[in-house]
């Protein structure tokens, strides 16, 4: 498990198609008490035993922090991975005993940030559904910018576009729509935490851009 993390015995209550990627799943724990608390940017770690392979996958949590009652991961299936994502898409069913490990957060949000810019691309949108989640509750200003590859697989963006209509924007790569990143990074008020998540190449872009535009290293998560 992740960091010596200790782990829980949770059931799974239910198993979601998002669409034809990804799918939703939802863990409470076996002995019917509270989950333990997470902040939004934490992650689990999943223990699958797949004829005689054990997996441990790391996955973001995506449920409302504020909610100890379960805990809600989204998987998106590598049919090229190392067999995780398989075995969670094709295995996993409603009522099934798992062991996931207590939430580790390398990943937190900076509370002393003024406003938190989110950059999310395809799955890497998961840890900002708690982050979003745990800034409405106190009325955190945060502005989310989220590329995906077609409007179908866009995982939640209705959503959270129907929620935060004044502070979520979505971009298509099918529409040839890109994130202007250097426009946006260079017209953000004093205090601006960035966050990015998603493909290795994206994040690369986002660190670089903003270390060309002198945001300082600790501004960038």
Request: net charge positive; charged share 20%.
């Amino acid at each position: 498990m992740s960091s010596g993390a200790e782990k829980i015995a949770v059931t799974v209550t239910d198993v979601v198609p998002v669409n034809e990627l990804v799918t939703r799943f939802r863990f409470a724990r076996t002995d019917g008490g509270p989950m333990p608390t997470f902040s939004g940017g934490a992650h689990t770690v999943v223990e699958m035993h797949d004829d005689g392979t054990t997996r441990l996958n790391p996955y973001s949590l995506m449920s409302d922090p504020a909610d100890r009652s379960a805990y809600t991961i989204s998987v998106r299936r590598d049919d090229a991975g190392r067999g995780g994502s398989l075995f969670m898409h094709r295995k996993v069913k409603p009522g099934m005993p798992m062991i996931i490990s207590n939430p580790v957060n390398l990943f937190p949000l900076d509370l002393r940030a003024k406003k938190h810019l989110m950059i999310a691309g395809g799955i890497g949108i998961t840890p900002f559904l708690a982050q979003i989640k745990q800034l409405s509750a106190s009325n955190g200003n945060f502005e989310l910018h989220y590329s995906v590859r077609t409007a179908a697989l866009g995982s939640y963006a209705e959503t959270l576009v129907a929620t935060h209509p004044t502070r979520v924007q979505i971009y298509h790569d099918d529409q040839k729509q890109a994130i202007g990143l250097e426009n946006l990074l260079d017209g953000q008020p004093l205090g601006t935490h960035l966050y990015v998540c998603g493909p290795k190449g994206m994040i690369a872009w986002v660190r670089g851009t903003a270390e060309k535009l002198g945001w300082p290293r600790e501004a960038v998560h």
